[in-house]
T-cell receptor, first 110, second 116 residues
Framework: DAKTTQPPSMDCAEGRAANLPCNHSTISGNEYVYWYRQIHSQGPQYIIHGLKNNETNEMASLIITEDRKSSTLILPHATLRDTAVYYCIVRKNQGGKLIFGQGTELSVKP | GAVVSQHPSRVICKSGTSVKIECRSLDFQATTMFWYRQFPKKSLMLMATSNEGSKATYEQGVEKDKFLINHASLTLSTLTVTSAHPEDSSFYIC????????????FGPGTRLTVL
C-alpha cells in the first residue's frame, strides 16, 4: 500500500473551513484515498473516501488532484467537536488493509 | 447501523495473568475483523486480521502465541493477551467489515489495558 504524508498538526478557528492536506505520490491506479478521524481515547471514525473524483458527504469534502498524488480533506465549518487526529490512508479496493500513518492533529479553537 | 462494541472498555490486571477482550458487531455480520493496538500519542498499529472460522493472519512482529485471536462467529471476535506484562499495556481497538455489502471498516470504541 502507498505511503501517505501529512502535517503533524494544524489549527483552525471555529466556524472556518479546515483544509487538511495529504501527499500520496506513490499511489497506484487501484488504490483509494480514505480519511478517518480519531477523537481522543475513542475508536477511529470513517469520514469519506474517493478514487479520482471529488467526493462530498454530510461530514466533509474530498478533493483529489488530477494526478492523484495528493488530496485535501475539507471540513466546511469546523466546530470544537472536530478536534481530533485525522488520518489519510491509501488502500486497495476489495478489502485491503488499513495502515495508519501518524495523521494530522487538528485543533479547532474558539 | 454498523455498530461495533468492545468489552470491557477498561481492564487492569496483574502481571502474568491473561486478559480476554471481546469485539462484537451489533447489527451486521462481520466476515472479517481486525485488531489494532495504540500506544499513547502514537498511531494505530494493525496486529492481525481474522476471518470467521479460520485462523487469524498476524502482522510481522506480532507474537501469535502472545495475542490469541478467535473469530468463532460472524458477530464475535476475541483477543486474549496471555501472560500479560506491563509492556502489553495499551489501547486495543477492533474493527469489523461486513464484506459482501461493503468492505468499509467500522471501529469499536477501544479497550484500555493496564498491566501492573
Amino acid at each position: 500500500d502507498a505511503k501517505t504524508t501529512q502535517p503533524p498538526s494544524m489549527d483552525c478557528a471555529e466556524g472556518r473551513a479546515a483544509n487538511l492536506p495529504c501527499n500520496h505520490s506513490t499511489i497506484s491506479g487501484n488504490e483509494y484515498v480514505y480519511w478517518y478521524r480519531q477523537i481522543h481515547s475513542q475508536g477511529p471514525q470513517y469520514i469519506i473516501h474517493g478514487l479520482k473524483n471529488n467526493e462530498t458527504n454530510e461530514m466533509a469534502s474530498l478533493i483529489i488532484t488530477e494526478d492523484r498524488k495528493s488530496s485535501t480533506l475539507i471540513l466546511p465549518h469546523a466546530t470544537l467537536r472536530d478536534t481530533a487526529v485525522y488520518y489519510c490512508i491509501v488502500r486497495k479496493n476489495q478489502g485491503g488493509k488499513l495502515i495508519f500513518g501518524q495523521g494530522t492533529e487538528l485543533s479547532v479553537k474558539p | 447501523g454498523a455498530v461495533v462494541s468492545q468489552h470491557p472498555s477498561r481492564v487492569i490486571c496483574k502481571s502474568g495473568t491473561s486478559v480476554k477482550i471481546e469485539c462484537r458487531s451489533l447489527d451486521f455480520q462481520a466476515t472479517t475483523m481486525f485488531w489494532y493496538r495504540q500506544f499513547p500519542k502514537k498511531s494505530l498499529m494493525l496486529m492481525a486480521t481474522s476471518n470467521e472460522g479460520s485462523k487469524a493472519t498476524y502482522e510481522q512482529g506480532v507474537e501469535k502465541d502472545k495475542f490469541l485471536i478467535n473469530h468463532a462467529s460472524l458477530t464475535l471476535s476475541t483477543l486474549t493477551v496471555t501472560s500479560a506484562h506491563p509492556e502489553d499495556s495499551s489501547f486495543y481497538i477492533c474493527s469489523a467489515t461486513p464484506g459482501q455489502v461493503t468492505d468499509e471498516q467500522f471501529f469499536g470504541p477501544g479497550t484500555r489495558l493496564t498491566v501492573l
